[in-house]
């Protein structure tokens, strides 16, 4: 079989332009080139390097000049580990699925019950103390909930009548009742878990003939869930949502799934380039999603891999009960999933959509490296310690990022002090004297 090659047009460093992350105007350098065609382990050469595609444009960087220098990341799939808040919103998600339940914040925490009458979180609901007239001074009653929004409907309303006297509360202790105190001839009553542990102490110290205080029980740690764990979690027999995630193939060889939602892909890539990054319509049509998003230069095909889905350029597309509300584009590498850009129907932000898509990435890597073990990393593409934005991309452990000098992956942790002293700098302290 004849080595292929990939075509490209290479363009050189660019002068200063605006930069996307601060904002400045002429701060932001690269070099760039047109790819017309290139080999899915070329271009993983290049992210190896620093380097990054748009549709078919490819650009690294010049980062000594750049105010905001970005830092290739990626993320080891197979060590993967959540993060409190990234189980918390792989609960919210399946929690939404399974019941239908929304994240509620406030008054909108107050939901109906099957009996149709309302109930209140009191912890999550405002209160504000009423006010009373008595003999014309005023006295303060206990807290009720309240609404102070125009719009939303009142659940509570008290009719103060000045002429009726005000409940008086104090703070002195009424004697308890006979017979209704705790024993002082019966040992105090612990937690069951504390006296099962005493009764094994106790247990053990019989068998080895030994004191019970000389007993050390040590705890079990319950297994660590993995990320497949709460991904696939049981479901009721009929749950409000379905969720279902497929998998179309983009570039130069479009799939015909892809063909058949178009529409649907773009209504939400516009939906979101307008609501999010403020993009006006004439910015958001079918010629610039195509460019940006569609067209790809990596040439698909298995390529001697073991992978069961093609090498190349494609779009995870998320329908909820048949209805498109989110899609990344991804490219499979020979050792990678790299994440190129994430789109979705701002109408669902509370799901917290851009960490629950990386979250699946990771996922789906993991399963390529099931039958793939080349495959073994996420790239989230560019990490910029300067931009609040793309911090983010360090809370996924654990992630690594390319050292501009000598092109080894370092630990995220020990590069950010080196970060906060500097925007630029050089992250592999190996042979740096040299």
């Given at each position: 079989?004849?080595?292929?090659?990939?075509?490209?047009?290479?363009?050189?460093?660019?002068?200063?332009?605006?930069?996307?992350?601060?904002g400045k105007s002429d701060t932001n350098f690269s070099n760039g080139m047109w790819a017309h065609t290139l080999t899915v382990q070329s271009y993983q050469w290049l992210l190896e390097r620093g380097w990054r595609r748009s549709g078919r444009y490819c650009y690294k960087p010049t980062m000594e000049k750049c105010c905001c220098p970005q830092y290739m990341?990626?993320?080891?799939?197979?060590?993967?580990?959540?993060?409190?808040?990234?189980?918390?919103?792989?609960?919210?998600?399946?929690?939404?699925?399974?019941?239908?339940?929304?994240?509620?914040?406030?008054?909108?925490?107050?939901?109906?019950?099957?009996?149709?009458?309302?109930?209140?979180?009191?912890?999550?609901?405002?209160?504000?103390?009423?006010?009373?007239?008595?003999?014309?001074?005023?006295?303060?009653?206990?807290?009720?909930?309240?609404?102070?929004?125009?719009?939303?409907?009142?659940?509570?309303?008290?009719?103060?009548?000045?002429?009726?006297?005000?409940?008086?509360?104090?703070?002195?202790?009424?004697?308890?009742?006979?017979?209704?105190?705790?024993?002082?001839?019966?040992?105090?009553?612990?937690?069951?878990?504390?006296?099962?542990?005493?009764?094994?102490?106790?247990?053990?110290?019989?068998?080895?003939?030994?004191?019970?205080?000389?007993?050390?029980?040590?705890?079990?740690?319950?297994?660590?869930?993995?990320?497949?764990?709460?991904?696939?979690?049981?479901?009721?027999?009929?749950?409000?949502?379905?969720?279902?995630?497929?998998?179309?193939?983009?570039?130069?060889?479009?799939?015909?799934?892809?063909?058949?939602?178009?529409?649907?892909?773009?209504?939400?890539?516009?939906?979101?380039?307008?609501?999010?990054?403020?993009?006006?319509?004439?910015?958001?049509?079918?010629?610039?999603?195509?460019?940006?998003?569609?067209?790809?230069?990596?040439?698909?095909?298995?390529?001697?891999?073991?992978?069961?889905?093609?090498?190349?350029?494609?779009?995870?597309?998320?329908?909820?009960?048949?209805?498109?509300?989110?899609?990344?584009?991804?490219?499979?590498?020979?050792?990678?999933?790299?994440?190129?850009?994430?789109?979705?129907?701002?109408?669902?932000?509370?799901?917290?959509?851009?960490?629950?898509?990386?979250?699946?990435?990771?996922?789906?890597?993991?399963?390529?490296?099931?039958v793939d073990p080349d495959i073994q990393f996420y790239c989230m593409g560019y990490y910029i310690n300067s931009c609040p934005k793309m911090r983010y991309k360090a809370n996924f452990s654990p992630s690594f990022l390319l050292c501009p000098k000598t092109y080894t992956w370092?630990?995220?942790?020990?590069?950010?002090?080196?970060?906060?002293?500097?925007?630029?700098?050089?992250?592999?302290?190996?042979?740096?004297?040299?």
């Open positions: 079989m004849a080595e292929k090659y990939g075509i490209v047009e290479y363009f050189g460093d660019h002068a200063g332009y605006r930069c996307g992350y601060c990341i990626r993320i080891s799939a197979k060590d993967f580990r959540l993060t409190k808040s990234q189980k918390k919103l792989l609960k919210k998600v399946h929690r939404y699925l399974s019941t239908g339940e929304k994240p509620w914040k406030g008054l909108e925490k107050v939901k109906p019950n099957s009996a149709g009458s309302v109930s209140v979180d009191m912890e999550t609901t405002h209160c504000k103390p009423i006010m009373a007239l008595t003999d014309g001074v005023s006295q303060e009653r206990p807290a009720v909930p309240f609404c102070d929004n125009n719009d939303a409907h009142c659940l509570f309303t008290e009719i103060v009548d000045k002429n009726k006297p005000v409940e008086k509360f104090t703070s002195e202790r009424k004697p308890p009742i006979k017979g209704s105190g705790p024993n002082s001839e019966k040992p105090k009553c612990g937690k069951a878990k504390q006296r099962r542990l005493e009764r094994k102490r106790q247990k053990l110290a019989a068998q080895a003939n030994i004191d019970p205080s000389e007993v050390i029980l040590l705890p079990k740690k319950p297994a660590e869930k993995t990320i497949e764990d709460f991904l696939n979690g049981p479901m009721p027999d009929q749950p409000a949502h379905r969720l279902e995630i497929k998998l179309v193939k983009s570039g130069d060889e479009l799939s015909d799934s892809f063909h058949s939602t178009f529409k649907q892909s773009l209504a939400v890539y516009s939906k979101y380039q307008m609501s999010v990054h403020k993009d006006k319509p004439a910015d958001c049509n079918k010629t610039t999603f195509e460019g940006f998003l569609v067209d790809s230069p990596l040439e698909t095909g298995h390529q001697g891999g073991k992978s069961p889905h093609e090498y190349g350029s494609f779009h995870q597309q998320y329908w909820l009960d048949d209805k498109l509300i989110a899609v990344g584009v991804i490219d499979i590498l020979p050792s990678y999933v790299s994440s190129v850009y994430l789109y979705y129907d701002p109408v669902y932000s509370f799901l917290s959509l851009g960490t629950y898509a990386a979250l699946r990435e990771i996922a789906f890597t993991r399963n390529l490296m099931a370092q630990p995220v942790e020990n590069c950010r002090p080196k970060l906060e002293c500097n925007a630029y700098s050089r992250l592999d302290e190996t042979n740096a004297g040299k």
